[in-house]
């Protein structure tokens, strides 16, 4: 599998705002590598704050890195001309979490799904109407439906809008962030199936952005497990999820409410809460909160290592 | 702490750009000062008058100049003489602004006295007849312009019942029954709508803060109805209403001018009508910059008392 | 945009025809004098009378509408072109136009308007032609700043930022998506500064420094009436009338549009709850803590009555936590707002009674339900931060809680609430106390949520979705601290939930609820293991497991409130549905051990 998108050493930091900028600046993504093959999906999972939708945005050059830089296809997206960043963009879409906020209110669905054709001239305009109802029948709604305004639908049908008008470019590239977390349960598999269903039919690559572990657990290829703002492991999901080898993922994993509590892992159930993006601990940024910390993880950052399943730990077997 | 300089900063700045702007405004008018206040009455004014009036008010220096000693003069609190008679314009200032201030004041007053009470109660029994009646009444009350009012009291009460003179001023020590009678009725126009406004901002605010989930929470605690309303709806609800009212008091340093002429009071914004009749530049700067400075500080006291009100804002 | 003011339009509409037709109504000349005839009273000729010149009043009114309304039009016009073009354009293009708009506006702002229209009327000399421009300033900040916000809130958008993903360049952006978003908005602040700029034109106008006689203006023709209001106190009275009629319909106006724009909830007067008259058949259960019986609740609504929650029955016996589980609509939140007497004032429970140790909540006065929430009855509710009052320090909010039952000193109380921060799991408590709510994270405040309510040892806790904003790891430090405080004191716990996995970790019995009824309920692990309603069945299978299959949807949509089937309301989505289950509507019917179901093929194969 040849990496469709590569990201290096990715930085964001927020200024903190107050007057002339002063107060510390808030660390929202520290040095993030990943990369995500054609036709794969990778998992991002972290609890809030932990910087996992920022890399998200910063995947898609919707926010420019203070450091580190994100290769599309082969290109890198600082340096390509405007020209060729509307190219790129037409191959790289966005999933929203919120299935009323990312909706125009006052345009019809069909017109915002025929956006991307119009903006990139996909279609003579004759053929867009056919080819909005072709993208509405692929998200298993109906045709005649592009003549409707959102609030006429629910909140999973509103979902499926919301990736049919991401599909409307022919993207290779999908970012979902937490697609599924707003609706309800039933609904949720619904939404689910469809989008395991298009990238099978479509060979989208995926960045699945999520808190929900189980779910991450189906639908994704690779996880990366990030805690305030620095990826703490990644690897095959299989692997990841039966043998977690950070601290932090093996408490992530155990304190998630099971279906079957009996089987479920011992808990570690994890003291405090994060601190504060704006003032991160020094050396391993887990530490304040890890079972295993010991002195040495004030001095350095661990580095992510390994193969194939890797890991930011020193103490990690 | 820092969030105080920070706002006190942002207020000495307002201040400067406002005493700026004010000198420019008069400064890049077309026409020439001097020239404008001499050919009053139409007739063409001899130039050796104006060059000889130019060089008197300061007008021939480079503007740079100008604006250096004007801004040197403020610094001072030195703003100049006015054009009519050669009076210091500060004394002048001094003279009138705390009849202005009493006026607002007072209006201010009853406003608070007459506005939340009534508020209140119109939100607790919302859709009531009480409520309808009094929203009703506010609604008149703010489409009655203030001068409107002022006319319709005088020739009511004053001219018809004859309870009141018909306006003037009475300095209180000298007599300070009469003082307080020729207060009433321009205070009372002021404070008739400036009721209405705050009789409604506080049945909207009372309202929304009745929706609130910690609303919800202190009924789930069990405390009383009353406390309820006193420490965690009215408390919440005034913040709103003590910004609108203050900022509404700002207003009015400029807005008594056509109450202060109904009634013949003699304040400030009646001395600021005159002087813009007579062109009085000095007289027309000094206090137009005076009030822009007093409510620039009044919004200062507002984001203050509202940090105070609110420990969220405070950072 | 709901619905429109129709009457101030309407009303508004025919003073600006009026104004329109004035040249051509037959009306007298509103300039030409008739000295000899001043101070007349009405006659057939001049209707109103004549002014102190022997003008036709009449006329000098109508086409003093005329003079107020084009200055009033043309200026709010002015200041909304203007206006709109800065706050639209710091907005969008932020950087350096951003500073310059927002500053000058700023600057604007530091002068009372009154005071910048004199300003000005000295540089420029009265007459109507000043008074537009002038007006105009003093109403264009009101336009920058509205305009300003609402691209701002347009900007943050999700589907502004979906154009922007889409490859949308910036004017496609602001006239497709911004635009239109803000026009509302922007109506109402226009039609603001018209009536506003008609109070202020005739005040100036009144001083002397507006429209300049003799052309007629209503403030002119008061100020003029002043002089003779002893002869002819009419003379005053007819501007006056017609001065604050336009300024009552403009406001009239503009609070009816501001409510079109910005829709709030449409109010409904608080009914008294109508409970039925028969106590319910069956004698309660003595050893349930809350014994709920057939709790049916009704919400007017202007499509009719509706009916989120119908015949709710449900036992909690102390030391147990019942889960009742059910996705959006469902009616488990209007359920438990019902048992407490908090439901909102358009909602009332219309039969059903909720006994609490053999006390029916529901047919008590305020006050003495007052007296039993906080006490023996607790709530914990989903969103922690807005739940705490953000203006009181925590330590106030948790004695305040305790004094509300248990009067006592405040030494005391603020000793009491430091040892319930302390049982709660706060780190630091003394300094806590001090805090104020924005000072805590979500599962900080959701722990002090919790001391309020375990304040004055509750029999009975209610928690709403208690962990559902909070993240994973602390929703486990949460329902950790619930399940020992349920041991510990022997609470009875009614949780509330949407999360099925939350619901196997910690309750002992369950109800699922959909569309507003009980669908089924029993012991957890049985109802998991063996769910016996299909609409259970369905819910377990689309619930991700980790290493479970896939999880399946529910095909279809929960019906709304106000189209239930008529049969079983599950029947629609229901791939076990017979054609009876459509006509005929199921009870909930005893189904093994401790379990019930509403289902009439539970049984069968």
């Known amino acids: 599998m040849s990496a469709l998108i590569t990201a290096t050493g990715l930085t964001k930091h927020f200024p903190a705002g107050g007057f002339l900028g002063r107060g510390r600046a808030v660390q929202a993504v520290t040095d993030v590598s990943l990369t995500v093959a054609r036709g794969e999906t990778l998992g991002l999972v972290g609890e809030s704050g932990s910087g996992k939708s920022t890399v998200g945005r910063l995947l898609l050059g919707l926010l420019p890195p203070s450091a580190g830089h994100v290769t599309f296809d082969g290109a890198d997206l600082a340096t390509a001309r405007a020209g060729d960043l509307r190219t790129l963009r037409r191959r790289m879409q966005l999933v929203f979490q919120d299935p009323y906020g990312s909706l125009d209110p006052r345009r019809s669905v069909g017109a915002q799904i025929g956006d991307a054709l119009s903006i990139h001239a996909l279609l003579p305009r004759a053929d867009r109407a056919p080819r909005v109802a072709a993208l509405l029948e692929q998200v298993g709604l109906a045709p005649d439906h592009a003549a409707r305004y959102p609030h006429q639908f629910s909140g999973g049908q ?10 409307a470019s022919g993207p290779d590239f999908l970012v979902a962030d937490e697609p599924v977390s707003a609706l309800d349960v039933s609904v949720q598999a619904q939404v689910l199936a469809l989008l395991a269903d298009l990238r099978a039919r479509l060979g989208l690559a995926m960045l699945f952005i999520s808190h929900d572990l189980p779910v991450v657990r189906h639908l994704a290829d690779r996880v990366a497990v990030m805690y305030l703002g620095r990826i703490m492991e990644e690897g095959p999901v299989a692997a990841v999820f039966a043998r977690p080898r950070h601290p932090y993922t093996q408490a992530l994993l155990s304190a998630a409410p099971s279906l079957h509590p009996e089987r479920r892992r011992t808990r570690i159930l994890l003291q405090g809460e994060p601190p504060s993006p704006a003032n991160p601990p020094s050396g391993c940024v887990f530490r304040t909160r890890c079972p295993l910390a010991s002195s040495d993880c004030a001095h350095a950052a661990p580095p992510l290592q390994g193969a194939g399943h890797r890991v930011a730990c020193f103490k990690a077997e | 702490m820092t969030w105080l300089l920070r706002r006190l900063g942002i207020s000495l700045v307002l201040i400067w750009v406002v005493a700026t702007v004010v000198f420019l405004a008069i400064h ?15 007739t063409t004014p001899d130039a050796g008058v104006v060059e000889e009036l130019r060089e008197q008010l300061g007008l021939t220096k480079p503007l740079h100049v100008q604006y250096g000693l004007h801004m040197w003069r403020l610094l001072h609190f030195d703003l100049g003489q006015s054009m009519q008679d050669d009076s210091p314009v500060v004394a002048e200032i001094a003279r009138r602004l705390p009849r202005t201030l009493e006026l607002i004041l007072a209006a201010g007053i009853m406003a608070v006295l007459i506005g939340i009470p009534t508020g209140t109660a119109a939100a607790m029994r919302r859709g009531g007849a009480f409520d309808r009646i009094s929203s009703a009444i506010a609604s008149l009350a703010l489409a009655v312009p203030v001068f409107v009012v002022g006319t319709l009291m005088v020739m009511v009460f004053a001219q018809m019942l004859r309870f009141v003179p018909a306006g003037g001023f009475t300095p209180f020590t000298r007599d300070p029954a009469q003082h307080l009678a020729l207060l009433a009725m321009p205070a009372g126009a002021i404070g ?12 909207a605010a009372v309202l929304d803060v009745m929706l609130r989930d910690y609303v919800r929470t202190a009924r789930a605690k069990g405390v009383t109805p009353n406390r309820i309303l006193v420490r965690h709806v009215v408390r919440t609800a005034l913040m709103p209403v003590v910004t609108i009212l203050a900022l509404q008091l700002g207003t009015l340093l400029g807005g008594t001018v056509l109450v202060e002429f109904v009634f013949n009071w003699p304040g400030l914004s009646g001395l600021l009508v005159s002087a813009v009749n007579a062109r009085d530049y000095p007289l027309v700067v000094g206090i137009i910059t005076v009030i822009s400075v007093l409510f620039v500080g009044l919004n200062l006291a507002v984001d203050v008392l509202y940090g105070l009100l609110d420990p969220r804002v405070r950072r | 945009m709901r619905r429109l003011p129709w009457t101030p339009i309407a009303a508004f509409a025919l003073i600006v025809v009026i104004a329109l037709l004035a040249p051509w109504l037959g009306l007298a000349n509103p300039v030409s004098m008739d000295v000899p005839h001043r101070l007349a009273g009405p006659s057939a000729a001049h209707w109103l009378g004549q002014d102190e010149f022997g003008r036709d009043v009449f006329a000098r009114l109508i086409w003093g509408a005329r003079v107020s309304l084009s200055v009033a039009v043309a200026a709010a016009a002015l200041a909304c072109v203007v206006g709109t073009t ?22 604007l702002l530091c002068f009372p308007p009154l005071l910048l229209a004199l300003l000005v009327v000295t540089l420029l000399g009265p007459g109507a032609t000043t008074l537009i421009p002038v007006l105009a300033l003093v109403y264009l900040p009101g336009f920058t700043r509205v305009a300003y916000a609402g691209v701002l809130t347009a900007r943050s958008q999700d589907y502004v930022e979906a154009m922007r993903v889409l490859g949308a360049g910036k004017s496609r952006i602001m006239l497709r998506t911004i635009l239109p978003n803000i026009g509302g908005p922007l109506l109402v602040q226009f039609s603001l500064a018209m009536a506003a700029a008609v109070v202020l034109e005739s005040g100036l106008s009144f001083l002397g420094l507006g429209v300049v006689p003799p052309a007629p203006s209503w403030g002119l023709m008061i100020g003029a009436a002043r002089a003779t209001m002893t002869q002819a106190p009419l003379l005053l009275l007819w501007p006056c009338l017609a001065l604050t009629a336009t300024i009552l319909v403009m406001n009239a106006l503009c609070d009816g549009l501001r409510d079109a724009v910005d829709p709030h909830p449409a109010y409904r007067p608080t009914a008294r709850r109508l409970l039925d008259a028969l106590a319910p058949g069956l004698l309660p259960t003595p050893r349930a803590v809350l014994d709920l019986r057939g709790l049916t609740v009704e919400i007017d609504t202007p499509h009719g009555p509706i009916h989120p929650v119908r015949d709710v029955s449900l036992q909690v016996f102390p030391g147990e936590t019942l889960a009742i589980v059910g996705e959006s609509g469902s009616g488990k939140s209007v359920t438990s707002l019902a048992i407490t007497g908090l439901l909102p004032g358009a909602a009332r429970v219309i039969s059903g009674a909720a006994c609490l140790d053999g006390t029916d909540l529901l047919r008590l006065s305020e006050d003495r339900l007052r007296n039993l929430r906080g006490a023996a009855m607790a709530m914990v509710f989903q969103d922690p931060g807005s739940s705490l009052n953000p203006v009181h320090r925590i330590g106030d909010q948790i004695a305040e809680a305790i004094i509300a039952h248990r009067p006592m000193p405040r030494a005391q109380a603020t000793s009491a609430a430091l040892a319930l921060l302390q049982r709660v799991g706060i780190p630091d408590p003394a300094r806590r106390l001090r805090a104020f709510p924005h000072e805590l994270s979500g599962g900080m405040r959701q722990r002090v949520m919790i001391a309020i309510a375990i304040a004055n040892g509750p029999r009975l806790l209610i928690a709403d979705e208690p962990t559902t904003a909070l993240d994973v790891t602390i929703q486990a430090q949460v329902l950790d601290l619930l399940a020992d405080l349920k041991r510990e004191r022997g609470l009875a716990l009614l949780f509330i939930t949407h999360s099925l996995p939350v619901v196997a970790e910690i309750a002992d019995r369950v109800a699922v609820m959909y569309a507003g009824e009980i ?8 109802v998991f293991l063996n769910p016996r309603h299909p609409y259970t069945a369905a819910l377990l299978r689309s619930a991700p497991v980790e290493d479970g299959p896939a999880p399946e949807g529910i095909a279809g949509v929960v019906p709304p409130p106000t189209a239930l089937p008529p049969g079983c309301i599950f029947a629609p989505r229901c791939d076990r549905a017979a054609p009876v289950c459509t006509t005929t509507h199921p009870a909930l019917e005893a189904a093994g051990e401790g379990r019930a179901v509403r289902c009439i093929r539970w049984n069968q194969p």
């Open chain 3, 86 to 107: 800065l706050g639209v354009v710091g907005g969008f293009l932020r950087g350096i136009a951003e500073i310059l708009a927002l500053r000058s506006i700023d600057v």
């Open chain 2, 28 to 42: 890049m008018v077309p026409g020439d000062p001097a020239e404008l206040l001499l050919s009053q009455g139409g």
């Open chain 2, 192 to 203: 008739i709508g400036l009721s209405a406004v705050v009789f409604r901002m506080t049945r």
């Open chain 3, 519 to 526: 669908v089924e309920t029993g012991p957890t692990a049985e």
């Open chain 1, 158 to 167: 509103r979902q499926r809008i919301g990736i049919a008008r991401a599909l």
